[in-house]
């Protein structure tokens, strides 16, 4: 003789487990985000170098950092690199700095624009947090866009994952850009024929 279980006792195991399954997959932990971290970046991010105007130029000081596939992340060998454009980049004050994100070709071009500004905002982090000052650096990304190699395999990919530091002469504002007291009187109003 079998035992049957009944449709109603059936679809309640069912329900039951599904409870469970969802209870515990709910209670992942949240990450906990110190409220003066987030502020300080908002800050660093506000000061941020307006990068239009005169074209930023590659120095043979300043050299190019490598990531991982994926990655934003800074690496140990990248960080000491870094940290020796930033001594340049102290001794030279009257230079504005540009982070350019890069990415292989793999991947959307929506993608690869929003991992290469993570790239490029990451390192210009990193060198305000060694004293380079925050209204001096811009960041940009171009994605997949300005390519160094065009093979497709490992080392070439690897070459194009990369944030290049470029720099121009600090432009001062022009003084025919500020406004005088002249310029804010109020214009005179037409008057009816």
Request: charged share 30%.
């Amino acid at each position: 003789m079998t035992r049957g279980y009944s449709p109603a006792a059936l679809f309640s195991w069912i329900l039951f487990c599904g409870f469970l399954t969802f209870s515990f997959s709910a209670c992942a932990k949240k990450q906990v985000v110190k409220p003066e971290d987030k502020l300080e970046e908002e800050e660093v991010e506000s000061e941020e170098l307006d990068i239009h105007g005169k074209d930023f130029v590659e120095s043979k000081n300043l050299s190019p950092i490598f990531f991982d596939y994926d990655s934003s992340s800074l690496s140990d060998e990248a960080r000491k690199v870094l940290a020796g454009n930033a001594a340049y980049l102290k001794k030279s004050p009257d230079l504005e700095v540009l982070t350019e994100g890069h990415c292989d070709k793999r991947g959307t071009i929506g993608y690869n624009l929003a991992l290469g500004q993570r790239r490029a905002a990451s390192v210009r982090l990193y060198y305000v947090s060694l004293g380079i000052e925050a209204g001096r650096a811009g960041s940009l990304s171009y994605g997949k866009e300005k390519p160094l190699c065009i093979e497709d395999s490992e080392d070439c990919w690897a070459q194009n994952r990369r944030v290049q530091t470029k720099v121009r002469a600090k432009s001062e504002p022009k003084k025919e850009d500020a406004a005088s007291p002249a310029d804010m009187e109020e214009a005179p109003k037409p008057t009816r024929p």
